[in-house]
């Protein structure tokens, strides 16, 4: 088998160079402690093609992370319900909010590519384990001043400051962990599960926070929500080692101007280029924004009482999400390529655009689970097909840009249907972006079909 180099002048300007031949071990990814001949994940032949119906879970070491994984995301989301719920107590305070939604995105928008250069030159099961350690102080910081009554704003915004860091320290190396675990071959699979896994912490997270905070309280509760973050941390120790020899040079970490270099080095690869502007769109026009004027749109529909309404509007949304991870890893059918992806997302702002102007809940309901399905399918392909493309010497600076894109970006997207709402009303801000976006899907569909073409 041969891995192809890249030489590296004037930044990283890339030219291939004499391919390495690699041994049978050098082959594989090993756990730690097992013997030479003992291989993990075997590097496929035919690596974009599709090995069966939920093939992640035939590794081991991937159902281990998948567990791992939705108890830190319920952590994640337990840790937002009691500490947004104090702090709007204690403040009322509508900047803070604000700030809140600023400090979760705004370090994926500047260090997701820095993260995934430390990344490509250090093991990613360290830099998650720093992630997880970042949340357990966050979590344990608001435990100490929900206990002495001592909080203050700067107290709260220098804690979500620490919880949106932990975030970026956690993302990016996990997706490369997942390369680690299962391998090209099922990384899509992969992918798609660890997104079911994200969205059932969503779902789970308020309804175990809240659970919390009436037995526990507040401030015990979020103490022990620390709990959920152990196992990711403890599993990290032996979960399997990446294959050093497949990356063939490591390039040093250099800031904003990794960010610069990345995209230079990926301006030659459509897909890398239509998949990170797929992101980077989808994240800038709307994002996850809507989600925080769900409340608003359940009053406006008018179906029974509001709080009601608005849990079942989100939990649509998240039932599509989840049933679209079901089914594509049960059909396994739908072929990854960009123009797929961009599709699937022309579908998304198409079911936003109407939920944004139908005025009926049964209707708006069906559109919201659609909208999760999309949104679920577009972006899990897009990453897996991101990770697959990705030269291997960058590969975390590649998933990073995509990250920056796709998450960093959506700190804007507070402006293009948060603020724009309060001008305009939430109905049209919200399909205004949809129109806006579907408009500039299809520029990106087109640039995508020509050089497929071409």
Known sequence: ??????????GWQMRPCRPKVLSTDQRTCKAPGSHPGAPLNP???????????????????????????????????IEHVISYWVVFQKFHSPALAGFAVLSHWLPFLL???????????LDPRRIIQCGMLLFIVASSGWGFFFLTDTIQMWHAMLLLVVHGCA??????????????LVGPADLPSAVRLNAMARYLGILVGPAVGGIIMLTLGTSHGIIFNTLFYLPMLLWLFWAPVRDNSVAVRRFAVRGLADIVLTFRAIGTQPTLTAMTWLAGLTSFMIGNAYHAQMPGYAGDLGHGDPGVSYSVLLAADAAGAVLAAIA??????LKGTPRTAIWLAMLWSVALLGFATVPIY????????????????????A?????????????????????????????????????????????????LSAAVLLALLCLLYGQATRKAVG
């Open 328 to 333: 594509l890893e049960s059909w396994g059918r």
């Open 1 to 10: 088998m041969v891995v192809s180099g890249f030489a590296a002048r004037d």
């Open 43 to 77: 590097l496929p032949q035919n690596p974009a093609a599709a090995s069966g119906s939920f093939a992640a879970m035939k590794s081991g070491p991937y159902r281990l992370q998948f567990g791992c994984y939705v108890l830190a995301m319920m952590a994640d989301n």
């Open 167 to 180: 975030g970026v320290l956690w993302q990016t190396p996990n997706q490369l962990l997942l390369y680690d």
């Open 111 to 121: 260090f997701s590519v820095a993260v995934g250069g430390l990344a490509d030159r």
């Open 362 to 381: 049964p209707i708006a309901i069906t559109l919201l689970f659609c909208a999760g399905f999309f949104e679920l399918s577009f972006n899990t392909m």
């Open 383 to 431: 990453q897996a097909l991101v990770q697959l493309n990705a030269p291997h010497d960058i590969r975390g600076r590649v998933v990073g840009l995509y990250n920056m894109a796709g998450l960093g970006m959506r700190a804007f997207s507070g402006i293009t249907v948060g603020l724009s709402g309060a001008a305009i009303g939430i109905h049209w801000s919200l399909g």
